[in-house]
Antibody, heavy 122, light 109 residues
Framework: EVQLVESGGGLVQPGRSLRLSCAAS????????MSWVRQAPGKGLEWVCF??????????ECAASVKGRFTISRDDSKSIAYLQMNSLKTEDTAVYYC?????????????WGQGTLVTVSS | EIAMTQSPATLSVSPGERATLSCRAS??????LAWYQQKPGQAPRLLIY?????ARATRIPARFSGSGSGTEFTLTISSLQSEDFAVYYC?????????FGGGTKVEIK
């Protein structure tokens, strides 16, 4: 059974950094692309960043709203995806979900974790 | 960026009735569209992909079906059950950045 467990959320001041982790199990992590998606309180879903599997170059894509501030990475030996968030802004406050893409060419979000809340406030 | 617009924002339906949700893309996304269901306090769940009636995700009941291509898409729930009252999102995966619609809340009438 696919399981994705996020951690690392919490309260952080504007301008500071935070790193989120997504621990995966139930599948061969290194074979699949992963993403982070966020949801601000009471709002809709916003895709954040995507990382391809190593056989496809391990390259990344990120939304314009976070480009230059957020970085997605992966450690296939530990089956963990990361989201490094720098220069955080109040508008980054959201629940952050990690998600698995079963098809690298058709990046729908097949499986989701339960999310971790990030609150950016002074 | 492809903008996704869902309508209506809220849909009031009685249990057992049919619900039809719409999603429009600002430019063609071919059939590269997915639908998700989200209940309060839970993560979203993939329902339909490839905007196709046959492309239901694992363990999704047959009362959920999708149709459309290009810019106009529809999610139909043939006979609403109590567990179907939730928010539904569409998402295009034809182009970067990946984008979602604003959601349709299906509530009990």
């Amino acid at each position: 059974e696919v399981q994705l467990v996020e951690s690392g959320g919490g309260l952080v001041q504007p301008g500071r950094s935070l790193r989120l982790s997504c621990a995966a199990s139930g599948f061969t992590f290194g074979d699949y692309a992963m993403s982070w998606v966020r949801q601000a309180p009471g709002k809709g879903l916003e895709w954040v960043c995507f990382i391809r599997s190593k056989p496809y170059g391990g390259t990344t894509e990120c939304a314009a709203s976070v480009k230059g501030r957020f970085t997605i990475s992966r450690d296939d030996s530990k089956s963990i995806a990361y989201l490094q968030m720098n220069s955080l802004k109040t508008e980054d406050t959201a629940v952050y979900y990690c998600a698995l893409h079963s098809d690298i060419y058709m990046p729908r979000f097949d499986y989701w974790g339960q999310g971790t809340l990030v609150t950016v406030s002074s | 960026e492809i903008a996704m617009t869902q309508s209506p924002a809220t849909l009031s339906v009685s249990p057992g009735e049919r619900a039809t949700l719409s999603c429009r893309a600002s430019q063609s996304v071919s059939s590269n569209l997915a639908w998700y269901q989200q209940k309060p306090g839970q993560a979203p769940r993939l329902l339909i992909y490839s905007a196709s009636i046959r492309a239901r995700a694992t363990r999704i009941p047959a009362r959920f079906s999708g149709s459309g291509s290009g810019t106009e898409f529809t999610l139909t729930i043939s006979s609403l059950q109590s567990e179907d009252f939730a928010v539904y999102y569409c998402q295009q995966y034809n182009n970067w950045p990946l984008t979602f619609g604003g959601g349709t809340k299906v509530e009990i009438k």
